[in-house]
T-cell receptor, first 113, second 113 residues
Framework: DSGVTQTPKHLITATGQRVTLRCSPR?????VYWYQQSLDQGLQFLIQ???????AKGNILERFSAQQFPDLHSELNLSSLELGDSALYFC????????????FGPGTRLTVT | GQQLNQSPQSMFIQEGEDVSMNCTSS?????WLWYKQDPGEGPVLLIA?????ELTSNGRLTAQFGITRKDSFLNISASIPSDVGIYFC?????????????FGEGTQLTVNP
């Protein structure tokens, strides 16, 4: 158990809908990262937050957004969902940015039908 | 962007055999990490490497940070059935902000008892 929690474990929704994925980092970690894992793209970095502020952005679609709250939990919002958004979404955390070691949560499997 | 080439893509070995896999990049990284992922689970951190030339062990696992900072390898000695899974290398580029990970494509390891 990495100490990173994610909810829900599974999510099935229809095209055009909007969903919110939630992540709680390990106790003491200030930085949160979101990754997408699909069969054809592998593990791809989406976005990073540190102490509530956006720190780095990767290949995140404009339909996707995220935030980190004062209690350090983070939410990833996916809107206008398309079939191609079906994937595993992972949250990871580290003590601070540049700490090196990132610890991953169990993931949320999103299926868009 | 940066890409990591991980090889081999898959390995089929007998229990007790040693395993070696590696990652190469066209650009340098400040940190190399090795993760193991079981089906439907999040990646689990195995080893973190921070200095060029560094050799680090974790039980039967040994990993090295290449001198050029563009490659890393992971060795598993005396494999056992529970070593089955997908192994990913990940590199952290020398950015001034954030600390995104770039992942290799993974090595699928199968161990026959």
């Amino acid at each position: 158990d990495s100490g990173v929690t994610q909810t829900p474990k599974h999510l099935i929704t229809a095209t055009g809908q909007r969903v919110t994925l939630r992540c709680s980092p390990r106790s003491g970690d200030l930085s949160v990262y979101w990754y997408q894992q699909s069969l054809d793209q592998g593990l791809q970095f989406l976005i990073q937050y540190y102490n509530g502020e956006e720190r780095a952005k990767g290949n995140i679609l404009e339909r996707f957004s995220a935030q980190q709250f004062p209690d350090l939990h983070s939410e990833l919002n996916l809107s206008s969902l398309e079939l191609g958004d079906s994937a595993l979404y992972f949250c990871a955390s580290s003590v601070v940015p540049g700490a090196g070691e990132q610890y991953f949560g169990p993931g949320t499997r999103l299926t868009v039908t | 962007g940066q890409q990591l080439n991980q090889s081999p893509q898959s390995m089929f070995i007998q229990e007790g055999e040693d395993v070696s896999m590696n990652c190469t990049s066209s650009s340098i990284f400040n940190t190399w990490l090795w993760y193991k992922q079981d089906p439907g689970e999040g990646p689990v951190l195995l080893i973190a490497l921070y200095k060029a030339g560094e050799l680090t062990s974790n039980g039967r696992l040994t990993a090295q940070f290449g001198i050029t900072r563009k490659d890393s390898f992971l060795n598993i000695s005396a494999s056992i059935p529970s070593d089955v899974g997908i192994y990913f290398c990940a590199g952290q580029p020398p950015e001034t902000s954030g600390s995104r990970l770039t992942f290799g494509e993974g090595t699928q390891l199968t161990v026959n008892p």
